[in-house]
Nanobody
Framework: VQLQASGGGLVQAGDSLRLSCVGS????????VAWFRQAPGKEREFVVR???????YNSDSMEGRFTVSRDSAKNMVYLQMNSLKPEDTAVYYC???????????????WGQGTQVTVSS
């Protein structure tokens, strides 16, 4: 399974941004995909996960501002981020695995990351 994340950029506080993650490989559709983020000097943080069947799990710390969706026909997973704050600034990664987990150590497949910078 290979993943590639895209869609990051520089935005202002209060703006929205949508990240995309495209997957490849025969088994990609059977995997759950999570988004993690990592800010400088901080640990990688769970953001949200969508299972192969569409069940979603959100981090409470995102306060409902982030939504994940999946287009299985296109092997795409999207992260819609609304009401962005400067503290959302981080590198965002998509990752895939076969079972639910909020730990980055449970995910064997990773995209390369995309930088999101939110200015105040």
């Amino acid at each position: 399974v290979q993943l590639q994340a895209s869609g990051g950029g520089l935005v202002q506080a209060g703006d929205s941004l949508r990240l995309s993650c495209v997957g490849s490989g025969r088994t990609f559709s059977t995997y759950g995909v999570a988004w993690f983020r990592q800010a400088p000097g901080k640990e990688r943080e769970f953001v949200v996960r969508i299972g192969s069947g569409g069940t979603t799990y959100n981090s409470d710390s995102m306060e409902g501002r982030f939504t994940v969706s999946r287009d299985s026909a296109k092997n795409m997973v999207y992260l819609q981020m609304n009401s962005l704050k400067p503290e959302d600034t981080a590198v965002y990664y998509c990752a895939a695995n076969a079972y639910y987990s909020r730990s980055y150590e449970a995910y064997p497949y990773w995209g390369q990351g995309t930088q999101v910078t939110v200015s105040s």
